[in-house]
């Protein structure tokens, strides 16, 4: 009997310790298990305020957009867009610049914003768009989409608009020129608007829009009811354009209305010439009252033709200067003309250096050339003086033997 009840006590006490091992045992695994299970909890969402938007008409909008991380541990999102509408341009910014991506706290959210821009005149009807986001290791995913719903507006819905005038839609000059049209801008509208300036002009032209009569630069104006303004448009052609017709496009918008101009600049090139001697020389050797020649060239270094090209001398008095031609009609670009100069200093001239001055003009382009011509005694007197010397050394040598005869 003792012996069966010491066996008794023993199991009780075996039962006792496993029963207490257990319920130690299964909280631990229960709180590991819990542990592992939060840390393994991962998930990020993407989703817009709204999933569809109706605008009257196609225009600029922006959509918030939030990226949430579901999950127990850092995030880091990568965005895109996955689908964009035709005719519209879209991108994902904040704080004014785009994104790709963004870093998101624990079970925390990032608002974002999706930029929606047509392109050009889009009609009513559906457009849809999509972004995917996804962690950087690639294992969690969303997607959302959004449509947007362009609606026609009726003749009598469509805005007034606003009157673009301009009395001279067209000038002309040359390349290196600067070109101000005048345009008078009214608000048809029935209420004040901010309207929007802009151009569309030529590769690397410079278009500029200024309030008449001052210089500040300026890019909308505020016009009330039936209010008109009138603006300076500033072009500066690219240096190197070749001469020819260019449109310039100007466009006047506001939330409300919009109008359009056309604008053109006729560029006749630019006008440049050299000219000069073509021994290189500057100085000429010449006779009084006799003639002396010099060949002179007129190239055309600009890139339009120079016409009616015409010369002229700026000369001592009483001199003489002619041309061979003496006028050109056409000389085109890159082309070279030779000139014969002929220069016949006066009978009186005293001998020494004098500035003779030969010019080219064709419209507003010019060139002079400045000459020195050194006048020199005759050749005839010389010899006259070597003739006289002559005669009084034969005089003299008769003198002498006339007198030793004697």
């Not at 695994?29 to 989703?47: M, P, Q, Y």
């Not at 880091?76 to 341009?89: D, F, Q």
């Amino acid at each position: 009997m003792i012996l069966k009840g010491s066996i008794w006590r023993i199991r009780a006490a075996l039962m006792l310790f496993i029963a207490l091992l257990v319920s130690t045992a299964v909280p631990l695994s229960l709180r590991a298990d819990e542990a592992k299970k939060d840390n393994s909890i991962r998930g990020i969402f993407v989703a817009p305020e709204y999933t569809g938007v109706v605008i009257p008409r196609a225009q600029e909008l922006s959509l918030d957009l939030t990226v949430k991380n579901k999950g127990k541990q850092d995030e880091l999102v990568n965005l895109v867009l996955t689908e964009v509408a035709t005719g519209w341009k879209a991108r994902l910014k904040t704080y004014g610049f785009g994104i790709t991506g963004t870093y998101v706290e624990p079970e925390k959210s990032k608002s974002i914003t999706l930029h929606l821009e047509p392109e050009g005149e889009i009609a009513a009807g559906q457009y849809n768009f999509a972004i995917a986001a996804a962690s950087l290791d690639g294992s969690q995913k969303s997607a959302c989409r959004i449509t947007v719903i362009v609606e026609g507006i009726s003749e009598e819905a469509k805005p007034k608009g606003v009157n673009i005038a301009t009395s001279y839609p067209v000038l002309s000059g040359p390349t290196d020129g600067k070109f101000e049209f005048s345009l008078e801008v009214e608000s048809k509208l029935d209420k004040e608007g901010i309207f929007n300036l802009a151009a569309q002009a030529p590769e690397r032209w410079e278009i500029n829009f200024k309030p008449a009569y001052d210089e500040k630069l300026i890019s909308s104006l505020r016009l009330k009811p039936n209010q008109s303004q009138t603006v300076a448009v500033e072009v500066k052609p690219y240096p190197l354009a070749k001469p020819g017709e260019y449109a310039i496009g100007i466009k006047v918008n506001s939330p409300e209305a919009k109008g359009e101009a056309e604008l053109k600049v006729i560029l006749k090139g630019i006008q440049k010439m050299d000219a000069g001697t073509v021994n290189g020389l500057l100085s000429l050797p010449a006779v009084r009252g006799r003639e002396s020649n010099i060949s002179f060239y007129i190239k055309n270094t600009g890139s339009s033709p120079l016409t009616n090209v015409q010369l002229f001398s700026l000369k001592p008095e009483n001199w003489k200067v002619s041309f061979d031609p003496e006028r050109i009609d056409v000389l085109n670009t890159e082309e070279i003309k030779q000139i014969e100069v002929v220069i016949t200093p006066a009978e009186n001239a005293l001998v020494g250096d004098y500035s003779v001055g030969l010019s080219v003009e064709s419209g507003r382009v010019s060139k002079t050339v400045e000459l020195r011509v050194t006048v020199q005694a005759s050749t005839l007197w010389g010899w006259v003086g070597i003739g006289v010397i002559l005669l009084v050394l034969a005089g003299l040598v008769a003198l002498f033997i006339g007198l030793g005869r004697r």
